[in-house]
């Protein structure tokens, strides 16, 4: 199982000045640049975690990536968001009452109980050699991600 | 505030008579300006922007939520499709395209809507939503069958297929 670490991501380098004395417009458009800044360095990092997750447990597991890897890549940036807003990679193509909750439980998260048990994933993230749609590939870049995923 | 400061700083600044000149440059009008020539080349019939289709018949995916489900999918008198999907799920960015091509085979026989889980949750959860993508079919607002997963086409029109001949 990945081991997942909690970063703490602020506005460390900011100087934020009181309010009664700040200037109108300028410090609060800088600081919400720089927070979404820091949450775009924060996602870049999960889809940095999940991509090195992913590749090493196709290899782990032989399974292959999707032929059509934007399959692989929106699903990995799934996974990243999972992590960033839920402490845990819950997998993205499910439907949950209570995301909290199966978080907790850990019955779906990735990998899920079906992958580890039967290699079972229906997200179409890691395929066996067998399934019609997998790929060669047991390796995919972050720039591959990035651009998959950028456009939506 | 600002402006007021900004006038009154020009008010002290202000040469002698350019408030008047402003005040009077405003008035100018550009009587020189030319007319524009009638267009000569323009054609006297003009194909109309708006065709009137028979049936009203949608050919497209129609987004359906929380708001207008009732009005979209259960009051449909035709068969309605829905496919649910959600933003980061891998295979509904493949069955995507799947169900375009349903919308525009089908138009007229079939309603294809698609429900995004995330911003619609509590449709999902009425139909016991759990696996991303499902695709569900309703015939006179009742639900009659689920397809789990991204499938083929084929598997698409045999299910639609069964429903539309129906009746």
Not at chain 1, 134 to 147: M, P
Not at chain 2, 44 to 51: E, G, K, L, S, Y
Not at chain 2, 56 to 72: Q, R, T
């Amino acid at each position: 199982m990945t081991s997942t670490v909690t970063t703490t991501v602020g506005c460390g380098g900011l100087p934020v000045r009181p309010l009664s004395t700040a200037t109108r417009g300028r410090p609060r458009r800088c600081a919400v640049r720089a927070q979404a800044a820091g949450a775009d360095a924060s996602n870049d990092k999960s889809v940095e975690v999940m991509r090195k997750f992913s590749e090493q447990y196709a290899r782990r597991s032989n399974t292959f990536f999707c032929a059509d890897k934007t399959v692989t890549a929106v699903v990995i940036k799934g996974l990243a968001d999972h992590r960033d807003t839920l402490g845990a990679p819950l997998c993205p193509c499910r439907h949950y009452d209570d995301k909290a909750a199966e978080v907790a439980q850990g019955f779906w998260n990735c990998p899920c109980v079906p992958m580890r048990e039967r290699k079972e994933c229906h997200c179409m993230l890691f395929l066996t050699p067998d399934n019609d749609f997998a790929g060669k590939d047991q390796v995919i870049s972050f720039e591959e991600i990035k651009e998959a995923t950028s456009k939506f | 505030m600002a402006m007021e400061t900004c006038f009154r700083a020009w008010a002290l600044h202000a040469p002698a008579g350019s408030k008047d000149r402003l005040l009077v440059g405003n008035l100018v009008l550009p009587s020189k300006r030319a007319l524009a020539p009638l267009s000569v080349g323009r054609v006297a019939t003009r194909r109309p922007r708006h065709v009137c289709q028979s049936k009203n018949a949608v050919d497209e995916v129609v987004v359906a939520d929380e708001k207008n489900w009732d009005g979209l999918v259960m009051a449909c008198e035709t068969p309605v499709l829905v496919e649910f999907w959600a933003p980061w799920c891998g295979p509904c960015r493949m069955i995507a395209p799947v169900i375009d091509e349903l919308a525009k085979d089908y138009a007229g026989k079939i309603t294809c809507c698609k429900v995004n889980t995330d911003d619609s949750p509590n449709v999902a959860s009425t139909y016991g939503i759990r696996s991303i993508p499902t695709v569900l079919i309703f015939k006179g607002g009742e639900k009659k069958e689920s397809v789990i997963g991204a499938v083929p086409k084929s598997t698409l029109t045999t299910l639609i297929d069964k429903y539309i001949g129906s009746s």
